[in-house]
């Protein structure tokens, strides 16, 4: 796998070489680092043990994923002797599963369970990502600038190296020898928290459960070769998906060309039962695509031949299959010279295929007699109710128990969108906080510098000249009010304890001279402002301020002018009884002309405006023009084959 190679020559890191250059993870991957921490054993034994660990890694892997389908890359190891250091290493890109990476994570932690002496670091492009999870756990002491090789799974438990004040401790940037070498000599310093354990393996209660949950059987319609192959090779699939869901137009020139000679034609199609992934599936669902042109006729016989009665599941079973059919014709491009072995497998056996003929794929009765071959499994987990959504924001529940089943999702989304809502509503109603902003423990500044000493007999007088700045709320609210043209709200009298208003004693004016002048800046600034905003049109949100009246034709009575001015104050009258009324209408429409006009900019691909409105089952139609050329298109495309998705 390719590594990108930056240059930081102030790091020394545990995949730093030489002159400065450190590498960096590709997005979407997670690395993981294997020890055998023994000191009874020599060198040849250390080996022994080290390959032991891997065959029991990959038999652990082959046995809990027998049946699963990965996104892109398995658990894998290699042999590294580096920086003095012999150990296991493997990086599997989970592209946009990221349940493939806390697979990963489970299959080590589970692991470490069975060989007391396995030490393992595991981390991604973010960093120490278990520490991410336990962020409201750690201590503040603990932070990512100084969390690098810190974070160690072992014996099922998680352990931190702890920064003291013993020499060997005292480093902020441990490198990976020194993280070992700590390992090595003084195991007992290290940090074992149970509520921070708790939290960084959260997500990995839900397994080995998970695994089977996120399998999705669906029924599509596929030739038959594509049948025999997914038969043979089940995770051929994900490949094949990867293919389609990233096409570009050179990959789609061999799908969408008339004439070209196709590995997978729509000649021979079977009904059969595929095994995906729960996001392999919505990949493949969720993507728009123009039937090819050898596609559409193929397409057609297939809906002649089924009832009215099963005309949707057959035509979104037949939509399933030609996206999953073209994915595999890309693939079968270039399949023999892939870096994948599934892909490579997948190009013997074309080879196979092409030398028997015909005559090696499976009968109708065979294919039947193929375990779980009529399984198609319910797609309601895509579906998203936006009111259970907004009521487990709130925290609530339903109350009716015959409704009571049916939340957001399964029980550990639920789990998982309260625990977001807490920690967000914790985070907001933190009353400790002041004007100042978040508040930043010493371990997020940069004390090793001694260069600014010389500013520290400033820090007291700028502190108390930061106390004497207050701020007038009442008197800001109402500046803001008068600059977005809302009506001022009057501020009330206080009242006595007698609960009668009493008037506010007026100051001096030579108290009252400086809070004066600095309120003429305040509102100088603040006109300002406002009429630079004005100048912009930023304050007109009612569209009917900009029609400005029509000009008179020039014969014109008089008589009729002096009607027209007879009526201004009623028509006046009437706008302003209007105008509350129709405020929220003219909002919405606003909201409405915004949305048509950004959904019509993505000019028929895939947006944010289309997605949006496609996730709150609204289908908007295409933009067809009203233009004469737009119109021959129109009637050109009649003829075509439509879908919807």
Known sequence: MASKITIDASTDGPDTGSAGFQRQLPDNCVEYLLFILDSKLDARKHLSQIETIRKSALKLANDSTRDYIWQKDELNLELKNEQGLVYLHGVTDYSDAVEDEWLIVYLLRQLTKSHPNLWVRVFDTDGEFLLVEAANALPKWLSPEIDHNRVWIHDGKLFIIPLKDEARLRVRNLSLPDAVAILKSDPDALVQSATIEAEA?????????????????SLVTIPRKVAYILHTQPKSVAPAVEAFYLRDAISLRRVISPSGALTFPPDDLVTVSVKFSKVLFAQLRSQRFESPPVWQAALQRAQEEVSSADMEKAFARQEIGMKLTCGFEMLATNAEKSRSRTVREL??????????????????????????????????????????FERELDGKQRQDSQQARKGFGDVKTQDDLRKIVSRFEAFLNNEDAGIDGAELDDMDFDNDDDDDDDDDDNEGSEGEKDKDVSIDEEEFTRM???????????????????????????????????????DAEIRKLASQFEAELKGHNALSLDPRTDKKPRLK????????????????????????????????????????????????????????TGNILGMMGFQLPRDEGDGEDEEDEGNRGQTSHKKRT
């Open 201 to 217: 393996f959260y997500r990995l209660e839900k397994y080995p459960g998970q695994i089977a949950d996120s399998i999705h059987h």
């Open 347 to 388: 190009a013997i056996v074309l080879e196979d295929l092409a030398e028997d003929g015909d005559d090696a794929l499976p009968s109708n009765e065979e294919i039947k007699s193929w375990d779980r071959m009529d399984q198609d499994d319910s797609e309601a987990w895509m579906d998203i109710n936006y009111e259970d």
């Open 480 to 518: 803001m009010r008068e600059i977005m043209g809302l009506h001022p709200v009057e501020p009330k009298p206080p009242i006595s304890a007698k609960g009668k208003e009493t008037a506010k004693p007026t100051p001096p004016e030579s108290e009252r001279e400086p809070a004066d002048e600095d």
């Open 553 to 608: 034709a020039a014969g014109e009575s008089l008589a009729q002018a002096s009607r027209d001015t007879s009526k201004k104050e009623y028509e006046d009258n009437a706008y302003d009884k209007e105008e509350e009324e129709e405020e929220e209408l003219d909002i919405d429409y606003n909201l409405a002309r915004n949305l048509l006009e950004s959904f019509k900019s993505q000019a028929g691909t895939a947006g944010p």
